[in-house]
């Protein structure tokens, strides 16, 4: 409380003069049904969680005076499931919103920023806790997109306790020098409040809260923006982390290079767009979760990348993107060499977003089982990848079309995901009771994930001012790859999953 307080106390002294400013709350309600197939987390057990309703309505307060200074706040009054199955709990370990009805209950309250932005001459100063972004969202998402994805739902977004200046260190060059206007950087130091890897605050079981991870990070980011429609830039961080009831340490230098770039097709009268992220980590940690005691501390050395590229013309656009999340075949030796995309970050909304969530989810349940290792191991948190893209080569061409009718609000998607292994897609559990690289049903694995075909109809209309409201269905089949063979020589059985959607926007 006294850290909140404290950010309150900042962010109305640098308010001074801007309560003459405008004072709107911005926000949106969404609810969501879902069904979804009863499939296999390993040879005898199902998700068990076949219908299920959630919804979220989300606050951001904001005052601002344009081109000088904007104090925000965010925070979600009501978040989680209200009705239907709920998935098991995994001994709270990875994604646990599934596993709890907590849409009416205090725990579904999440405060999430409260910052302020101040303009000035030499640049732009932020301070407080606030979304972190970068690039395509491959490494970092604030997850605040509400119409984001094609399919699935943003749920985390990275948070960050922050001070930040960015400026355009070549002004003295003169205003009219090309450099002088297209070349930023930016500096800042980072209390993690919450990401993949950390959390700096979490229950303690009984109603309260404890502290928890605390990482700290500096950052470093380059950007040069020659148009509106251009821009590439490097993001650079440096991040020292402790994890909570010393569970070990994390030390690594993060390298992020984006780039993106717009341009019309000249007489075929559409437009394309490029865009690429590239992201290597490299540096160390003691919290791994190798089953080993010989092995107290792994080398990390992790590479991801995604590219698309789009073309557009009237109501059509057609998108092929492809991506790669280095993998690590074996997570109990010295090394953590598997990248995980931003949890927010959606490819599909059946492979990555269920049932590798759940199946790794279901590992780490059944390694930390007190019957097998005494006491969870160190590190066992890192195994769930809580609908994370690892481990994997994919590419996914999109088609998108909003006919002609109704003022063009209705829009019709489809998608067809190709994805494989970057290494064997071994399961933690199996391979370390058998001590052999097998999958979650005990067999020997392929590479080929498999294919997903998905498809999405939304209808999106503008009510009265500022009230958007969007309805609409999505739903996607997975035609599982021998990754997924079981003991028997067999395939696992497709997957299907469904949502239907409501949100209204203010």
């Known amino acids: 409380m006294r850290r909140l307080a404290s950010l309150a106390a900042a962010a109305l002294a640098a308010a001074g003069p801007a309560f003459a400013a405008e004072v709107r709350v911005d926000g949106s309600y969404r609810m969501r049904l879902d069904l979804n197939s009863n499939y296999l987390l390993d040879p005898s057990t199902r998700i068990g969680q076949t219908a299920y309703a959630e919804h979220r309505l989300r606050l951001t307060p904001k005052i601002v005076e344009e081109g000088q200074i904007e104090i925000q706040a965010s925070f979600d009054i009501l978040s989680g499931l209200i009705a239907g199955d709920l998935a098991p709990s995994f001994q709270e370990l990875g994604y646990t919103e599934r596993s709890q009805h907590n849409g009416t209950r205090a725990q579904g309250f999440d405060f999430r920023h409260l910052f302020a932005k101040l303009r000035m001459p030499v640049g732009i100063f932020e301070i407080g806790q606030m979304p972190s972004d970068w690039g395509m969202g491959v490494l970092t998402s604030g997850g605040n997109q509400e119409e984001g994805p094609d399919f699935g739902d943003i749920r985390f977004g990275d948070i960050v306790d922050r001070i930040l200046f960015a ?14 206007r297209t070349v930023a950087i930016a500096l800042a130091g980072d209390l993690i409040y919450r990401d993949r890897y950390a959390q700096l605050v979490t229950s303690n079981g009984t109603g309260g809260l ?25 993001y650079v961080t440096r991040r020292i982390q402790s994890y909570a009831a010393n569970g070990g340490d994390l030390h690594v230098w993060t390298f992020d290079f984006h780039a993106r770039t717009l341009f019309p097709l000249g007489s075929f009268g559409g437009i394309l767009s490029l865009e690429a ?27 991801g990348a995604a590219a698309r590229a789009l073309v557009s013309r009237g109501p059509v656009e057609a998108e092929i993107e492809g991506g790669y ?21 959606k490819v599909g909304m059946v492979l990555f977003d269920e049932v590798l969530l759940f199946q790794s989810q279901n590992a780490a349940r059944r390694i930390a089982d007190p019957r097998l290792s005494g006491r969870p191991p160190v ?25 002609p009718v109704f003022g063009n609000r209705f829009r019709l998607v489809g998608s067809v995901l190709f994805a494989r292994a970057a290494q064997l897609p071994t399961d933690p559990f199996q391979s370390y009771v058998s001590s052999t690289q097998l999958n979650v049903f005990g067999a020997n694995p392929g590479r080929d994930y498999g294919v997903e075909i998905d498809g999405a109809i939304a209808y999106r209309t503008r009510l009265a001012d500022p009230f958007g409201l969007e309805i609409g269905l999505q739903a996607g089949h997975l035609f599982p790859g021998n990754a997924f063979r079981r003991a028997d020589g067999s395939a696992m059985a497709g997957v299907t999953a469904t949502k239907l959607r409501a949100t209204l926007s203010f």
Do not use: M
Not at 284 to 300: D, E, F, I, W, Y
Not at 379 to 403: C, F, H, M, W
């Open 379 to 403: 590190g066992i948190d890192l195994l769930p990848t809580e609908g994370a893209v690892t481990n994997a080569l994919y590419l996914k061409p999109t088609l998108r079309y909003s006919p």
């Open 325 to 345: 999340a280095s993998g690590d075949a074996n997570p109990f030796d010295g090394a953590s060499t598997g990248f995980q995309f931003n949890r927010d970050y």
């Open 277 to 303: 992220e590239g992201v290597e980590i490299w540096g160390g940690t003691s919290h791994g979760a190798n089953l080993n005691s010989l092995v107290t501390n792994a080398k990390v050395a992790q590479q």
């Open 167 to 180: 400026t355009r260190p070549l002004r003295f060059l003169g205003p009219r020098n090309h450099l002088a």
């Open 210 to 234: 404890t502290w928890g991870d605390t990482a700290w990070q500096v950052l470093a980011a380059l950007v040069y923006d020659p148009s509106p429609d251009s821009r590439a830039g490097l």
